[in-house]
C-alpha cells in the first residue's frame, strides 16, 4: 500500500526554513551521520511531492537551471509533483509535474506516479498540513537539528495531539535527534 511520508528536517523550535525559506542553519551542520538513512529510505520511495517554495529554494540554491544533473543525483527519475498557483520554470530533464488544486484532487495520479512505492512529502509545512486535513499523511519523520531560529516557516501549521500521532521511532544520529510518528488509519479506515 502506497503511504505518504513527511521526511524532514527541523529546528529544535519546530521551523523548516527561516523567514526567507532558506535551509541555511540546516547545511551548516555536517550530515555524514544524518544522511546515513537517506539511501534506504529514497529505495522506498515512487514519487515525490513539494510546495512551489521549496522548489524554488532547491532550484535555486542546487542552481538547476545550469546544472540539471543535480536533480538527478538527488531525486533521480522519480516524478515530483509541485503544487503552484502560478506557472513555473522546469528543470530540463526532470519528470516535474506542476499542478493547482486540492491534495486530495491529485491524489489518484500522485499514487498512481509511485507505482506501489511511497510517497515523499519533502514540505512546505502547509501543504503537509493539506495532506493532514485530508486525511492522507501515514508518518512523519523528523530529523530535529541542533539549531533554533528566532523566526521561520512552521513544521506544520496544523494542530494535531497525542490521539493523531503515535511515537514508532527515536534514533540519534550525530548531533541529530529523528522522530518517527504513525498516524492512525481509524479514522480512514472506518
Not at 484532487?105 to 509545512?125: F, L, R, T, Y
Amino acid at each position: 500500500m502506497t503511504r505518504a511520508i513527511f521526511y524532514t528536517a527541523s529546528t529544535v523550535n519546530g521551523f523548516l526554513a527561516d523567514p526567507d525559506d532558506a535551509l541555511d542553519w540546516l547545511l551548516a551542520i555536517p550530515q555524514d551521520e544524518a544522511t546515513a538513512d537517506i539511501a534506504a529510505f529514497t529505495e522506498r520511495v515512487g514519487v515525490l511531492v513539494e510546495g512551489a517554495s521549496t522548489y524554488e529554494w532547491v532550484r535555486g540554491h542546487e542552481d538547476l537551471m545550469e546544472h540539471p544533473e543535480r536533480w538527478q543525483q538527488f531525486y533521480g527519475d522519480r516524478p515530483t509533483f509541485v503544487f503552484t498557483r502560478r506557472e513555473r520554470e522546469r528543470v530540463p530533464g526532470a519528470d516535474i509535474r506542476f499542478v493547482q488544486g486540492s491534495v486530495i484532487e491529485h491524489w489518484p495520479d500522485i499514487v498512481s506516479a509511485a507505482a506501489g512505492k511511497d510517497v515523499w512529502i519533502v514540505g512546505g509545512g502547509d501543504l503537509v498540513g493539506q495532506f493532514v486535513d485530508a486525511d492522507l499523511l501515514d508518518e512523519i519523520v523528523i530529523t530535529f537539528a541542533p539549531v533554533t531560529l528566532a523566526a521561520g516557516k512552521p513544521l506544520l501549521p496544523r494542530d494535531l495531539d497525542h490521539t493523531r500521532l503515535e511515537l514508532v521511532g527515536v534514533r540519534r544520529a550525530g548531533p541529530f535527534a529523528e522522530l518517527t510518528y504513525r498516524l492512525p488509519r481509524a479514522a480512514r479506515d472506518a
